[in-house]
């Protein structure tokens, strides 16, 4: 019966996303998405003999950046929870045992200002308000703050945009996150150049822009390990301050250098820096992959330098999972362009927290963790399942930016563009 249920509730998702049409408020307030028009659960359970009311909505908190420098990726975060969300409860609510109802979700969301102290703090106002499992926002700074808290609190934490494999190597038990991490990325760039571009073409001189944080130390120095491994030679590998606004320096010593292949991890407005400050000194190498920074819709304004640069955000609407034409759809309504990259990894983290629920029978946060371990479920962004850390086995697609168009280069299976290289002349038709 409860399998059933789900069943129905998973199904109706893209039918009621494709008539949503609520705009994005971007707020920080309590939302309840549609449970507002879903009535209150009346019927009680009994536990020990007890009569017990059901609760009137089921609380999840998020903590986002919606303002501050991760503000680009934050919003695409809370769009994702807030689609989720609304569809599932316009299907319902989620079914909980324990009580015999269907219950409709609750997005408690707070704005920690993408500063990590904040994020904190924030946590533990949400927990003492009752939440059943927490929701991260955008950047590894940020859940590298987070996630403490959360097993020190011990309710279930789930996070996108997050790319730290070393997070998973801390013995956290409450940590899920289903989105690529630095060893897949650190593979799938080269990978990807050795097969859509032939031997003697390809951009063989490599500079690494390397970020002064934990996860910029971790991946530059996966990419400095791999791509002797598939035929590159680093000639360029140099390290700059989150926050820095001059770089002018590291550019100029790039392109002396020789760099044909630049790969970087900056936040948003790092990365906009660099990208515009190399358009402004006439400098663009070959090949650009930009990871974080060119996720967010204000990336063309970095002008010719940013122009074919590809992104590994973890999701793109051409992967073809069920429910995603309903989110691409609603997206262009609301936004004027197809769904952002971390929109479709926000919203799979509300379907995988809904069935968990649901299988765990009760809004135990211990009960949940333990569900969400076992999840083996169909996505927006494909098939999940947890390995012991963590972590998942998932796609992890590359795509390239082509104006404000973001078009879908790798896996080749799935691809929906060819790659546009070098990035100059007329691209390849989308």
């Known amino acids: 019966m409860r399998e059933r249920r789900l069943l129905v509730v998973l199904a109706a998702l893209a039918m009621v996303l494709a008539a949503c049409s609520q705009a994005d408020t971007g707020s920080t307030t309590t939302t309840e998405g549609a449970a507002s028009t879903t009535a209150a659960p009346t019927t009680t359970a009994t536990t020990a003999g007890e009569p017990v009311a ?28 807030r689609y989720a969300v609304e569809a599932i409860n316009e299907a319902g ?60 609190v011990q309710i279930p934490y789930l996070g996108v945009a997050t790319a730290q494999q070393s997070l998973h190597e801390q013995g956290y038990e409450y940590f899920f996150s289903p989105f690529p991490k630095s060893p897949d990325i650190a593979v799938s760039v080269f990978e990807m150049l050795n097969a859509l571009i032939p031997e003697g073409e390809r951009p063989t001189s490599v500079g690494i822009f390397q970020e002064l944080t934990d996860w910029g130390e971790e991946l530059g120095a996966l990419w400095a390990e791999q791509a002797p491994n598939f035929g590159y030679e680093v000639v360029f590998h140099e390290t700059y301050a989150v926050g820095s606004t001059d770089f002018t320096d590291l550019i100029l010593a790039a392109e002396a250098a020789g760099v ?11 990365g906009i820096a660099i990208y515009s400050q190399m358009s402004e000194l006439g400098f663009k190498p070959d090949f650009n992959l930009v990871v974080r920074a060119a996720d967010v819709p204000t990336w063309p304004d970095t002008g010719i330098a940013g122009e074919g640069v590809l992104l590994s955000a973890g999701w793109h609407p051409d992967l073809g999972y069920p429910g995603i034409e309903a989110i691409d759809a609603r997206h262009m309504e609301e936004e004027g362009r197809r ?6 990894g926000s919203y799979a983290l509300i379907q995988i927290l809904a069935d968990a ?13 333990d569900a969400i371990a076992a999840t083996n479920l169909e996505t927006v962004v494909g098939p999940i399942e947890f390995r012991e850390d963590g972590t998942s086995p998932i796609t992890n697609p590359l795509m390239q930016r082509v104006g404000s168009d973001i078009r879908l280069i790798w896996p080749a299976s799935s691809a929906t563009s060819e790659l546009w290289y070098p990035a100059t002349g007329t691209p390849p038709a989308g």
């Open 93 to 152: 609510g989620v079914f909980v045992e324990e009580y015999g109802v269907s219950i409709p979700l609750e997005l408690v969301m707070r704005d920690d200002e993408s500063d990590p102290a904040i994020t904190v703090s924030s946590m533990a106002e949400l927990a003492a308000e009752g939440i059943v499992a927490y929701l991260g926002g955008f950047g590894s700074l940020l859940h590298a703050n987070a996630i403490p808290e959360a097993e020190r």
């Open 260 to 270: 044909q292949a630049a790969l970087s991890l900056p936040v948003p407005p790092d």
């Open 339 to 344: 769904a952002d990259p971390i929109v479709g």
């Open 54 to 81: 059901a609760p009137e909505t089921i609380k999840l908190g998020a903590v986002v950046p919606i303002t501050g420098a991760f503000a680009g990726g934050g919003a695409q975060v809370e769009r994702g929870y």
């Open 357 to 369: 629920i649901e299988r765990a029978g009760t809004l135990d946060p211990q009960a949940i963790r």
